[in-house]
């Protein structure tokens, strides 16, 4: 390879001094005597340029000199081909890792060239010969994989490698630079640096406005396979690492001296070292699924909300890799503004629209994502885009979008939406399309030609009619989100949490994240709270609780038979969730609606009884069931109704007022619930209510 570079040194000099002389003995030159020194003066400089080395000092400290600009380059990370792809350099790309075919953002010509293995084992060394390339481009991991080894074998083939690595966000910046000199493309590489740098400036900017009663302190860790440990946290010497410190909080992990800049901890250490100190915690990984999954048991596994940022759910995922954010390169620049905004969501401005610019921009493509979520049905449903017409078949989801400010996107609602005072007339006043427990009209679904229909979801008496609205929109192509609570075990979700998980996924389907997390993380806290309170109290002091509904004894609907709430049904098991014991669940009857007449709930019940809830949707017949019960010398064998702890809670979806177990003002039917049966332990309702109204209905209650 040395004596063919000679050879052609040789001959370009050669061409060159044969070509002055021609100009300087033809006989019939008309040329002036200056224009013959200035093409002599650029022949020299041609053959100057020609010579001239290029000698750069990669990330291992390595002084590298190429002869020429390369011409076959071999390029082992998504990451660096990325940027090579930017600076118009893809048909210099003869070979790739392992890994880069994987890269949703590179053009199928780089995705299609020859693997020759990767910087982690290694590579196949006689592809890469047969490749004849002028270079190759590695990762540098200070020898931990095959990236020293890789050096070594190169050298030894008289192959070039340029070593990259990025221990911090600016590092990206300085690798754009030294590839726009590489391959002399210092223009277009200056364009893509001032952009990420002018991005970074902002973020230290905003970082320098925090004031610092607001600052955060973080943990950032790798999903793990078991949440129990080990587990990797992202200390000192991790780019990713060091974003928390460039978004203006501190990493706890910086803390602490380990001799790795990934040390794996077991659960008890993490909380030993942090667990009072932790506000938000990071999660990542390179698959989405996972990601979802850890996040999710995090959040709900008792071990770790000995940890204040899960105690006060401030637990986020963000997905890393070549189809994330959280990578080297000039993604990592949006990554940074990710976990910017999940950290502080009142400082940094959402990151899409960030995303969108460098994508367009310096990639030439445009930023649209497919979403993949699952609703409470265990149904996967992608989206190519973002909803924009939706009818909505229960009040409760329609106010979840109202939080989010999409009352736009609503095109059509049920019957029975238009009684729900939470919501503004330009929503109730919506065309109607009937109600799926009764009947759909589905012409005027059809008219208003929805690209989602968001349908409660109830699985029980009704499930035949949720059945006939999944297969008829189906026959017309509209895609059905179905949310509900009492089938929240198809999502692996416990009852109450899944209003939680289901604001977060409307919040991803209709790109409106930031203001969704914020909503779920509110309620997260209350919830968490109620679970904390309930793991306090002692087990002398816990009560026995039956729950009924009093349109069952009194009104129309009252038959003389009464409907006990057992397991499956919301309110059974919030009173569960609360510290109760719900006496229903002791009898072996399928539920989620046990129907006794006052005889049998009497012998089953009676004398175990310490607190009797009674639920309704309609304040006067509710309070007329309570009087009913107390004044009926029938109920008195009943050991709490003779004790005087009988209890009206109203739950409705349509009344202010009201407490409720679904959408986002489920938290006040929890807290109900608690304050009803330990009102020494769990404060009233009404002021978290309150706060909900206020805060993201930006209505009075």
């Given at each position: 390879?040395?004596?063919?570079?000679?050879l052609l040194?040789?001959?370009?000099?050669?061409?060159?001094?044969?070509?002055?002389?021609?100009?300087?003995?033809?006989?019939?030159?008309?040329?002036?005597?200056?224009?013959?020194?200035?093409?002599?003066?650029?022949?020299?400089?041609?053959?100057?340029?020609?010579?001239?080395?290029?000698?750069?000092?990669?990330?291992?400290?390595r002084?590298?000199?190429?002869?020429?600009?390369p011409?076959?380059?071999?390029?082992?990370?998504t990451?660096?081909?990325?940027?090579?792809?930017?600076?118009?350099?893809?048909?210099?790309?003869?070979?790739?890792?392992?890994?880069?075919?994987?890269?949703?953002?590179?053009?199928?010509?780089?995705?299609?060239?020859?693997?020759?293995?990767?910087?982690?084992?290694?590579?196949?060394?006689?592809?890469?010969?047969?490749?004849?390339p002028?270079?190759?481009?590695?990762?540098?991991?200070e020898?931990?994989?095959?990236?020293?080894?890789?050096i070594?074998?190169?050298?030894?083939?008289?192959?070039?490698?340029?070593?990259?690595?990025?221990?911090s966000?600016e590092?990206?910046?300085?690798?754009?630079?030294?590839?726009?000199?590489?391959?002399?493309?210092?223009?277009?590489?200056?364009?893509?640096?001032n952009?990420?740098?002018?991005?970074?400036?902002?973020?230290?900017?905003?970082?320098?406005?925090?004031?610092?009663d607001?600052?955060?302190?973080?943990?950032?860790?790798?999903?793990?396979?078991?949440?129990?440990?080990?587990?990797?946290?992202?200390?000192?010497?991790s780019?990713?690492?060091s974003?928390?410190?460039?978004?203006?909080?501190?990493?706890?992990?910086?803390?602490?001296?380990?001799?790795?800049?990934?040390?794996?901890?077991?659960?008890?250490?993490?909380?030993?070292y942090?667990?009072?100190?932790?506000?938000?915690?990071?999660v990542?990984?390179?698959?989405?699924?996972?990601?979802?999954?850890?996040?999710?048991?995090?959040?709900n596994?008792p071990?770790?909300?000995?940890?204040?940022?899960?105690?006060?759910?401030?637990?986020?995922g963000?997905?890393?890799?070549?189809?994330g954010?959280?990578?080297?390169?000039p993604?990592?620049?949006?990554?940074?503004?990710?976990?910017?905004?999940?950290?502080?969501?009142?400082?940094?401005?959402?990151?899409k629209?960030?995303?969108?610019?460098?994508?367009?921009?310096?990639?030439?493509?445009?930023y649209?994502?497919?979403?993949?979520?699952?609703?409470?049905?265990?149904?996967?449903?992608t989206?190519?885009?973002?909803?924009?017409?939706?009818?909505?078949?229960?009040?409760?989801?329609?106010?979840?979008?109202?939080c989010?400010?999409?009352d736009?996107?609503?095109?059509?609602?049920?019957k029975?939406?238009?009684?729900?005072?939470?919501?503004?007339?330009?929503?109730?006043?919506?065309?109607q399309?009937?109600s799926?427990?009764?009947?759909?009209?589905?012409?005027?679904?059809?008219?208003?030609?929805?690209?989602?229909?968001?349908?409660?979801?109830?699985?029980?008496?009704?499930?035949?009619?949720?059945?006939?609205?999944?297969?008829?929109?189906?026959e017309?192509s509209?895609?059905?989100?179905?949310?509900g609570?009492?089938?929240?075990?198809?999502?692996?979700?416990?009852?109450?949490?899944?209003?939680?998980?289901?604001?977060?996924?409307?919040?991803?389907?209709?790109?409106?994240?930031?203001?969704?997390?914020?909503?779920?993380?509110?309620?997260?806290?209350?919830?968490?709270?109620?679970?904390?309170?309930?793991?306090?109290?002692?087990?002398e002091?816990?009560?026995?609780?039956?729950?009924?509904?009093?349109?069952?004894?009194?009104?129309?609907?009252?038959?003389?038979?009464?409907?006990?709430?057992?397991?499956?049904?919301?309110?059974?098991?919030?009173?569960?969730?609360?510290?109760g014991?719900?006496?229903?669940?002791?009898?072996?009857?399928?539920?989620?609606?046990?129907?006794l007449?006052?005889?049998?709930?009497?012998?089953?019940?009676?004398?175990?009884?310490?607190?009797?809830?009674?639920?309704?949707?309609?304040?006067?017949?509710?309070?007329?069931?309570?009087e009913?019960?107390?004044s009926?010398?029938?109920?008195?064998?009943?050991?709490?109704?003779?004790?005087?702890?009988?209890?009206g809670?109203?739950?409705?979806?349509?009344?202010?007022?009201?407490t409720?177990?679904?959408?986002?003002?489920?938290?006040?039917?929890?807290?109900?619930?608690?304050?009803a049966?330990y009102?020494e332990?769990?404060?009233?309702?009404?002021?978290?209510?309150n706060?909900?109204?206020?805060?993201?209905?930006?209505?009075?209650?």
């Open positions: 390879m040395k004596s063919s570079k000679i040194a040789l001959l370009v000099i050669s061409i060159l001094a044969f070509s002055s002389a021609c100009v300087q003995k033809t006989p019939m030159e008309t040329t002036s005597t200056s224009t013959i020194q200035e093409k002599t003066t650029s022949a020299s400089q041609a053959q100057t340029k020609v010579q001239e080395k290029i000698i750069i000092t990669d990330f291992a400290g002084e590298v000199t190429l002869e020429k600009v011409e076959r380059v071999i390029v082992l990370t990451y660096w081909a990325e940027i090579l792809h930017i600076l118009g350099v893809d048909d210099k790309i003869v070979g790739v890792g392992n890994y880069v075919p994987n890269d949703p953002y590179l053009p199928e010509g780089i995705k299609q060239k020859p693997k020759v293995g990767s910087s982690f084992k290694g590579l196949n060394w006689e592809t890469v010969v047969g490749l004849n002028d270079l190759i481009i590695t990762d540098w991991y020898g931990k994989y095959k990236d020293e080894e890789i070594q074998k190169a050298q030894e083939l008289d192959i070039p490698v340029i070593a990259l690595t990025a221990k966000v590092d990206n910046v300085k690798v754009v630079e030294l590839l726009g000199k590489v391959f002399e493309k210092e223009e277009k590489a200056k364009e893509l640096a952009w990420m740098q002018s991005r970074l400036n902002e973020v230290n900017k905003i970082a320098n406005q925090i004031p610092d607001k600052k955060k302190s973080v943990l950032v860790i790798s999903a793990p396979k078991d949440i129990g440990g080990p587990i990797t946290v992202y200390a000192k010497g780019a990713w690492a974003i928390v410190e460039l978004v203006g909080a501190h990493n706890l992990a910086f803390d602490k001296e380990f001799d790795t800049q990934w040390p794996k901890l077991d659960l008890e250490k993490i909380i030993a942090w667990g009072d100190k932790a506000d938000v915690i990071i990542t990984s390179f698959n989405q699924e996972k990601l979802e999954k850890a996040v999710n048991d995090i959040k596994d071990r770790w909300k000995e940890i204040k940022a899960v105690k006060e759910g401030h637990v986020y963000i997905l890393a890799g070549s189809k954010f959280l990578d080297w390169g993604r990592i620049v949006v990554g940074v503004y990710q976990m910017g905004g999940l950290i502080y969501p009142d400082y940094y401005p959402e990151w629209p960030i995303a969108r610019e460098l994508f367009e921009k310096f990639y030439g493509l445009s649209e994502v497919k979403v993949e979520v699952m609703d409470s049905a265990g149904r996967k449903v989206f190519e885009k973002v909803p924009e017409r939706v009818i909505i078949t229960s009040s409760y989801w329609a106010e979840v979008l109202h989010l400010g999409l736009d996107k609503i095109v059509g609602i049920d029975y939406t238009p009684k729900d005072q939470f919501l503004p007339e330009s929503v109730k006043q919506k065309p399309i009937g799926v427990y009764r009947e759909i009209n589905w012409e005027t679904i059809a008219s208003l030609e929805p690209d989602l229909i968001v349908m409660g979801l109830w699985w029980g008496s009704f499930e035949p009619k949720e059945k006939e609205l999944f297969e008829r929109a189906e017309l509209i895609p059905v989100l179905a949310f609570i009492p089938d929240s075990n198809k999502t692996r979700t416990e009852m109450p949490y899944e209003n939680i998980r289901i604001i977060r996924v409307l919040g991803k389907v209709f790109d409106k994240e930031r203001k969704a997390e914020e909503l779920a993380s509110f309620l997260e806290r209350y919830y968490n709270q109620a679970l904390e309170i309930a793991s306090k109290i002692p087990e002091e816990k009560k026995n609780v039956l729950i009924v509904y009093g349109s069952s004894i009194t009104g129309k609907y009252a038959t003389g038979t009464i409907t006990v709430s057992t397991r499956g049904s919301a309110y059974a098991e919030t009173a569960e969730l609360v510290g014991h719900n006496l229903a669940f002791d009898v072996n009857e399928r539920g989620p609606y046990l129907k007449d006052l005889e049998k709930l009497i012998a089953y019940f009676g004398d175990k009884t310490d607190i009797l809830i009674v639920v309704d949707w309609d304040a006067e017949r509710l309070n007329e069931a309570v009913k019960i107390k009926d010398p029938s109920w008195q064998e009943i050991k709490a109704v003779k004790e005087g702890n009988v209890v809670i109203l739950v409705s979806s349509w009344k202010k007022d009201a409720a177990l679904y959408g986002p003002r489920f938290i006040t039917g929890i807290y109900a619930f608690g304050h049966i009102p332990y769990y404060p009233d309702w009404e002021p978290i209510y706060e909900i109204l206020q805060k993201f209905y930006k209505i009075e209650g």
